[in-house]
C-alpha cells in the first residue's frame, strides 16, 4: 500500500485516521474541502512558481510523471529538475519540489514552503524525501528550505531572491533522520494492518483543535459538553481525565484542578445555568463613550505581496462595516466594499466622515482589527491621527465572554456565531450566502483577480455586504442585550 508524504504527515498527528482513510475510505468522513485548505495549496503553487525562478536552467517534469521518467531524466544532461518523483520497494512515495545533481554524483534537495519562517517540528517532510531518495540508492549530500523572507518589502516587480530565503537544514534533518526513518517504517507497517482498535484515536489526548477529521469516527464515547470544549485547557489535564475515562465535563472531579474561567464553564454546564458577572459586566460597559461605533473588517491575506510596501502574508482590507449607535439609541450604518486590488485610502477617508474622532470603537476579537489598523499606519499614513485614535479607543466586546457572561450553550467558544444565537436567537448567519471570514476573503479575492470569474459581481457584492453588516449589528444586538440583563 503506497505512503506519500501527505500520507505520513497525516500518520504522525494520528495513525489511526491515516488507517481508517487507506483501508475504508468509504467510512473516512470526506467533509467539504476547505476554503482556506484550497487557498494554501494556491498558494504553494504559486510560491514555486517564484522559486522555481532561482534555477534558471531547471526542468519542469512533466505533471505526475512516473518514478520511471524521473530515472531516465536523471540520465540527461540537466541538473535541476522539478517535481521529480520517486518510489521505494515498499511503496514508500517522494515527489521532489527541486532536484539537483551535483558534479560528483550527489544530490541537493530543495523542499519549498509558503510560509516566512521554519518552524521547529516541520522538517519531518524533508526527512521523509531524503529517506526515500537514499532507498533508491541516490545519495543526498545537503537540504534545504525555500521559504518566504519576513522582512520583504514589495516595491515594484517581485525579485525572487529578495522574497524568499534558503536556509541550510541538514544538520537538523541529519539529527532527525533516524527517528524519522523509524517512523516510517511504522507508518508502513501500521496501513498494512488487516485491522485496529476502532474504538478510539491518538486524538483522545489532544486538545480540541489538535483533532484529527475522523475523530467523532473512533470516539463515539465522547459526550456532548465533553472536556474538549473547555477553555484553554492544556493536553497535559486532557490526558490526566482521558486516562480516568473522565471524558465528558460532568465527569471532571470537584477538585480537580482548573482555572476560575474554567471552573466558571464547568459550573454552568453541571447547573446548566448562565452564569453573569453583572457588576462587572456593567462596570466594563459604563467606561465607554458614545457614539459607540461596532466595527468589523474583512482582509485579503496573501503568501505573495500584491501592492507595494507589503509584504508575505500581510493582510489587506477590502471591506468595512460600521453601525454607530448614539447615547439615545439611534443608529446609523456605514460600509464599504473594495472593486480592485488597492489600498483603501477611500475607505479610510470616508469612515473618518462618518465616525470622526468621537466615541468608542467595539469590535470582537479586537487585537485583529488593531493590528490591521497598525499595518495601515505604514502604508497609508495620511490617516495617521484616526487610526491611531481607533486603537486607543478601541473595546473587545468578546472579552465579557471570557470571564463575566458563561453559558454553557456557547460550548466554550466565545466566537460571535456561537454567541448570538444564544442570545438573540432572532438572528442567524445560515440564510447568508457567504458564511464566514474565509468565505468572504476567498469570494472577493476570485471576484477582484480571477478574470474568468463567472458569477454576477453585483449579486455577490450585496452577498459580502450584507455579511459584514450581520457581523457589526450581531454586536450591537450582543451589546443591548448587556445593557438589559436582568
Request: aromatic share 12%; proline share 4%.
Amino acid at each position: 500500500m503506497q505512503i506519500t508524504k501527505t500520507n505520513f504527515i497525516q500518520y504522525l498527528h494520528c495513525p489511526e485516521s491515516l488507517w481508517l482513510l487507506k483501508n475504508k475510505e468509504e467510512d473516512y468522513p470526506k467533509g467539504e474541502f476547505s476554503l482556506f485548505l484550497e487557498k494554501l495549496i494556491k498558494e504553494g503553487y504559486e510560491v514555486e512558481e517564484y522559486a522555481k525562478l532561482l534555477f534558471p536552467n531547471g526542468i519542469n517534469l512533466p505533471e505526475n510523471a512516473t518514478p520511471q521518467y524521473t530515472q531516465q531524466q536523471l540520465a540527461s544532461d540537466n541538473n535541476v529538475f522539478f517535481q521529480p518523483s520517486f518510489s521505494t520497494q515498499k511503496g514508500v512515495f517522494a515527489r521532489i519540489d527541486v532536484l539537483e545533481k551535483l558534479a560528483n554524483d550527489t544530490y541537493l534537495i530543495y523542499e519549498i514552503k509558503s510560509a516566512s519562517s521554519i518552524k521547529k517540528g516541520k522538517l519531518e517532510d524533508a526527512c521523509f524525501q531524503k529517506y526515500v531518495l537514499q532507498e533508491r540508492g541516490y545519495t543526498v549530500s545537503k537540504i534545504f528550505i525555500i521559504h518566504l523572507n519576513k522582512d520583504y518589502v514589495k516595491q515594484g516587480e517581485i525579485i525572487p531572491n529578495e522574497l524568499l530565503e534558503i536556509a541550510d537544514v541538514t544538520e537538523q534533518i541529519d539529527n532527525l533522520y533516524s527517528s524519522v526513518v523509524n517512523d516510517i517504517n511504522a507508518a508502513s507497517n501500521f496501513i498494512n494492518k488487516e485491522s485496529i482498535n476502532e474504538d478510539e484515536c491518538s486524538c483522545r489526548h489532544k486538545t480540541r483543535s489538535n483533532h484529527c477529521d475522523s475523530f467523532k469516527y473512533f470516539n463515539k464515547d465522547v459526550p456532548d459538553f465533553s472536556i474538549y470544549e473547555i477553555a484553554r485547557i492544556s493536553a497535559k489535564k486532557i490526558e490526566m481525565l482521558v486516562d480516568n475515562n473522565q471524558l465528558g465535563i460532568l465527569d471532571i472531579p470537584l477538585d480537580f484542578e482548573l482555572s476560575t474561567i474554567q471552573q466558571t464553564q464547568v459550573e454552568s454546564v453541571r447547573q446548566e445555568l448562565v452564569l453573569i458577572n453583572k457588576p462587572a459586566i456593567d462596570k466594563s460597559l459604563s467606561k465607554l463613550k458614545f457614539p459607540l461605533h461596532f466595527v468589523d473588517y474583512e482582509t485579503f491575506p496573501t503568501a505573495i505581496p500584491k501592492l507595494d510596501y507589503m509584504g508575505p502574508h500581510n493582510h489587506l482590507v477590502f471591506q468595512v462595516s460600521i453601525h454607530t449607535m448614539q447615547e439615545n439609541g439611534d443608529l446609523t450604518h456605514f460600509d464599504w466594499l473594495g472593486t480592485t486590488l488597492e489600498q483603501p485610502i477611500e475607505m479610510l477617508k470616508q469612515m473618518q466622515d462618518f465616525t470622526g474622532l468621537t466615541g468608542t470603537f467595539i469590535s470582537w476579537n479586537a487585537p485583529f482589527e488593531i493590528s490591521r489598523n497598525k499595518d495601515m499606519l505604514v502604508w497609508i499614513p495620511q490617516f495617521t491621527d484616526y487610526l491611531n485614535y481607533m486603537n486607543t479607543h478601541m473595546f473587545d466586546l468578546m472579552n465579557i465572554f471570557k470571564s463575566d457572561y458563561v453559558d454553557y450553550r456557547f460550548h466554550g467558544s466565545t466566537s460571535i456565531k456561537k454567541v448570538l444565537p444564544v442570545l438573540c436567537p432572532q438572528f442567524s448567519y445560515s440564510d447568508l450566502e457567504v458564511q464566514d471570514g474565509t468565505m468572504a476573503l476567498d469570494t472577493w479575492g476570485r471576484m477582484v483577480t480571477d478574470s474568468n470569474f463567472k458569477e454576477d459581481k453585483n449579486t455577490v457584492r450585496q452577498n459580502l455586504l450584507d455579511y459584514c453588516k450581520l457581523d457589526t449589528l450581531a454586536m450591537v444586538k450582543i451589546y443591548e442585550r448587556l445593557t438589559n440583563l436582568d
